[in-house]
């Protein structure tokens, strides 16, 4: 894929920048760290072309990465507690950071799979071909 991924062409995508919408910016140092190397350094190196109407299939997969990787379930890098807290209008309710966590998770996953799935599956491989060569 070539052509820039907008919003629009995405629902995945626009549900997941709504989602990471929820949380306070990279202004908050306490959740996203400072510095040139840290997390919400990364998260804006592909959320920049994403929401100018730029981002490639490779940054997508990278912005979900990074949600699955420092935001999703069990992840060690930002606990579901400090996702709770730093969560907009909802008061540090433990459901609503749970939620969040398990929703931006499995949204993020769906959008791994689909832009990356190419690369893994490499290009002369089909849907399933492994699978029928299996005994």
């Known amino acids: 894929m070539t052509e820039p991924i907008t919003l629009a062409d995405d629902p995945d995508l626009a ?4 989602l990471l919408d929820m949380l306070r910016g990279p202004e908050t140092v306490s959740l996203w760290g400072e510095g040139d190397h840290s997390i919400g350094k990364k998260f804006a190196s592909r959320l920049k072309p994403i929401l100018n109407g730029q981002g490639r299939a490779q940054d997508v997969d990278y912005l979900a990465v990074y949600v699955v990787k420092y935001l999703g ?3 060690t890098y930002i606990p579901e507690e400090q996702i709770t807290k730093w969560l907009r209008g909802v008061n540090g309710l433990p459901a609503a950071g749970h939620a969040w966590v398990e929703d931006a998770t499995r949204t993020a996953w769906t959008l791994v799979t689909r832009y990356s799935l190419p690369r893994w599956r490499g290009s002369r491989g089909t849907p399933g071909e492994h699978w029928l060569s299996t005994p």
Not at 15 to 18: F, G, K, R
């Open 15 to 18: 549900h997941l920048i709504d």
């Open 73 to 75: 379930k069990d992840n």
